[in-house]
């Protein structure tokens, strides 16, 4: 199975990188979490902030694969535990389906890759920057794989 992580933005601090490596490599051959880093779309002065939503949007929207279950990422979505996390990780090795992620750029997700999503997640009430969100999903996906094999890193 794969879970691909859609994350809006790039050029993310080297920190970022190897924090979001480091966990990702321990994943076993068939469980692989992917990283596609989507374009920021053009926000300045005078720019509509939904315009750059759209852009965003449709570049999520392009990077779906067919097939994938959809989990979006949003503030209002269902707070998950680890072990949450864990059922849900385990359900969807069950069904066999690939997983794509969704992180929304510093405005949120377009409405319409929202819509896709059979599932919402909310990471935390707290306002998370985002490069420490790649970090911290790859971390609890390989957490939560721990968790489903009995193995004492989650301990």
Same mark, same amino acid.
């Given at each position: 199975?794969?879970? %691909?992580?859609?994350? *809006? #933005? #790039?050029?993310?601090?080297?920190? *970022?990188?190897?924090?979001?490596?480091?966990?990702?490599?321990?994943?076993?051959?068939?469980?692989?979490?992917?990283? *596609?880093?989507?374009? +920021?779309?053009?926000?300045?002065?005078?720019?509509?902030?939904?315009?750059?939503? %759209?852009?965003?949007?449709?570049?999520?929207?392009?990077?779906?694969?067919?097939?994938? %279950?959809?989990?979006?990422?949003?503030?209002?979505?269902?707070? /998950?535990? $680890?072990?949450?996390?864990?059922?849900?990780?385990?359900?969807?090795?069950? @069904?066999?389906?690939?997983?794509?992620?969704?992180?929304? #750029?510093?405005?949120?997700? @377009?409405?319409?890759?929202?819509? +896709?999503? $059979?599932?919402? /997640?909310?990471?935390?009430?707290? $306002? +998370?920057?985002?490069?420490?969100? %790649?970090?911290?999903?790859?971390?609890?996906?390989?957490?939560?794989?721990?968790?489903?094999?009995?193995?004492?890193?989650?301990?």
């Amino acid at each position: 199975m794969k879970i %691909r992580l859609l994350a *809006v #933005g #790039g050029k993310m601090p080297k920190w *970022v990188e190897q924090g979001y490596q480091e966990y990702s490599k321990r994943l076993p051959r068939d469980l692989t979490l992917e990283l *596609v880093e989507l374009p +920021l779309g053009h926000r300045g002065k005078s720019s509509d902030k939904a315009k750059a939503i %759209r852009q965003e949007g449709d570049a999520m929207l392009a990077a779906i694969g067919k097939n994938e %279950r959809v989990v979006a990422l949003e503030v209002l979505g269902k707070p /998950w535990s $680890t072990e949450d996390l864990a059922e849900h990780l385990s359900g969807w090795q069950m @069904d066999g389906q690939n997983v794509a992620l969704l992180v929304g #750029g510093p405005d949120g997700l @377009d409405p319409r890759c929202s819509a +896709l999503a $059979t599932q919402k /997640w909310s990471l935390s009430p707290l $306002t +998370l920057p985002h490069p420490l969100v %790649r970090v911290l999903l790859a971390e609890q996906v390989y957490r939560a794989w721990t968790v489903n094999q009995g193995h004492p890193y989650h301990k």
